[in-house]
């Protein structure tokens, strides 16, 4: 619990893709997809038969309506869990942010949200409003396990309100992946007033959480005198390796964003000459090493650009040939998404070159005319190098 469209959808977020391997498709909510992984099952199946041998000792005479009290307790749990991703989701789509998928499991339920919260409180709001979910519903379950005073109904109520009491009070420890770990980087982001700080310090908390939960087994023994078994020594293996393996791709994710702002497309672009389309190469590689260009450009009868050349295509040219082979045919038209702003920066590129891949952009100035050529493999370059 880390996070076609229907109509009149308020989820700005683009529908999903195909759904991920290993899920079955359940429906839509506000247009976000939910989906539901082929493990459940079988893990389902298991806690049934747990819960059913446990409905069994109190109460004999059920037979075998035992397994079915036992598996709609398991299937209410997990209706308990979409609560939870709903409330981080519905909550997210209130701030305009897109959510694409809510995935259920029993160990790795989560909420895709698409894009960056844009304040401190929204990243807030939406990490706290999940474990708050399940804390009600576990309050609520509790307080019926209370008016029923016997029967299966006050197991399978107490048993409920138990489960999501645990699960709310584990998602606010604070460390990433953890929902706590968001809220901490909310936290020092609303203190420092930066975003990645805010990351750093939750995902450095997670790496010390998950030590702590690998260390659990020993510190229970040494302080109880419990001697911990086998399980739980896999237990706390599995737990901690998730913690520490999330909170470490958050804080290499926060390092990279940080150098993201040096990033410039003027500095980065290749200076670029203008042909056009029955120029033949060789005579435009003259013209572009004549002034040091990078790039070439080639533009239509208006003057207008419309198609970037390609330098592996020239590359792959060869050199007797060229004085015959038009830059035409070694062109890409430029598309929509194809173009960025001389003064653009580390989101902005990164967003373009997300959303529109390519291997080059047309970089026009402030008043629209031809800068130059930004090539993928430059950004690549200079991002490595920093």
């Known amino acids: 619990m880390s996070e076609s469209r229907e109509p009149q959808s308020s989820n700005p977020a683009q529908s999903a893709g195909p759904p991920p391997p290993g ?31 446990i409905i069994g000792q109190q109460f004999p005479g059920l037979g075998s309506w035992r397994y079915v009290a036992a598996f709609a307790f398991v299937v209410a749990f997990t209706v308990s869990i979409l609560i939870h991703e709903l409330a981080h989701a519905l909550t997210a789509l209130r701030f305009g942010i897109g959510v694409s998928e809510i995935n259920l499991g029993f160990f790795a339920a989560g909420t895709h949200i698409e894009g960056e919260r844009k304040t401190p409180f929204e990243e807030f709001a939406v990490s706290v409003v999940g474990p708050v ?23 399978a109520l107490w048993q409920l309100g138990i489960a999501n009491l645990i699960v709310g009070v584990t998602n606010m420890l604070p460390g990433l992946p953890l929902d706590g770990g968001w809220v901490l980087r909310a936290i020092v982001w609303k203190a420092t007033g930066n975003m990645h700080t805010g990351t750093i310090a939750a995902a450095w908390a997670g790496r010390a959480l998950a030590i702590l939960v690998l260390a659990a087994p020993v510190i229970i023994e040494e302080i109880w005198g419990r001697t911990p078994s086998i399980i739980d020594f896999l237990i706390a293996l599995a737990v901690g390796f998730f913690l520490w393996m999330g909170s470490t791709a958050a804080l290499m994710q926060a390092r990279l964003r940080r150098k993201l702002p040096a990033l410039q497309v003027r500095t980065m672009a290749r200076r670029a000459i203008a042909v056009h389309s029955q120029t033949p190469i060789s005579e435009a590689v003259r013209m572009a090493a004549e002034v040091h260009a990078g790039a070439v450009v080639v533009i239509d009868g208006d003057g207008k650009p419309h198609a970037l050349v390609s330098e592996t295509a020239v590359a792959a040219v060869a050199p007797n040939q060229r004085p015959w082979t038009t830059v035409s045919e070694v062109s890409t038209r430029i598309g929509a998404g194809h173009i960025l702003g001389v ?10 070159l997300r959303e529109h891949p390519a291997s080059e952009y047309l970089v026009l100035d402030a008043a629209g005319a031809v800068y130059g050529v930004l090539a993928t493999a430059d950004v690549e370059q200079a991002f490595r190098g920093r």
Do not use: K
């Open 133 to 155: 979910a399940s804390l009600v519903v576990g309050g609520l379950a509790y307080a019926g396990s209370r008016a029923v005073d016997e029967g299966v109904g006050h197991i």
């Open 343 to 352: 003064n653009d920066t580390g989101e902005e590129i990164l967003a373009t």
């Open 23 to 53: 899920t079955w498709v359940l429906g839509r909510v506000r247009g976000i997809r939910l989906t539901m992984r082929f493990t459940w099952l079988p893990v389902a199946m298991l806690l049934a038969f747990g819960f059913a041998s």
